[in-house]
């Protein structure tokens, strides 16, 4: 009873107002589509989800001291759900796909390493 109501809401939300627009929006939707050429993804392309999972268990954390910029460190991922790592690698594959790696993955910091203890040149 609770779930038909539910689906006579999101019926009545998300059906179209009119009829010939929206067949009108369709057929341009179609002729858009027939004309597009865009990159292919070819299988080398592909970014498996076990290869995410491998690097991932393959990082070092450090004990968790080095945070990225928004304080996420090596063991969020490590020890996240399993569902995490499906998740990431369908983002890469979009990435990949779009051929555009989103403006915000380039925010970085450079940590100094040196620790206090001076280069000796001789």
Do not use: W
């Not at 858009?32 to 491998?54: F, K, M, Q, W």
């Not at 380039?106 to 280069?119: C, E, T, V, W």
Request: net charge positive; with cysteine.
């Amino acid at each position: 009873m609770i779930t038909d109501k539910f689906a006579q809401y999101f019926c009545r939300s998300y059906s179209y107002n009119n009829m010939d627009r929206a067949d009108c929006l369709y057929q341009q939707y179609i002729r858009a589509r027939s004309d597009y050429n865009g990159s292919p993804l070819l299988p080398s392309h592909s970014c498996i989800t076990e290869l995410v999972s491998r690097v991932i268990g393959d990082m070092h954390g450090g004990g968790g001291k080095a945070p990225d910029i928004v304080g996420l460190t090596v063991e969020h991922l490590q020890y996240n759900h399993p569902s995490k790592v499906v998740t990431l690698s369908k983002l890469f594959q979009l990435i990949m796909l779009c051929g555009r790696v989103p403006s915000g993955f380039r925010k970085s910091y450079i940590m100094d390493l040196n620790q206090g203890h001076a280069f000796e040149s001789t």
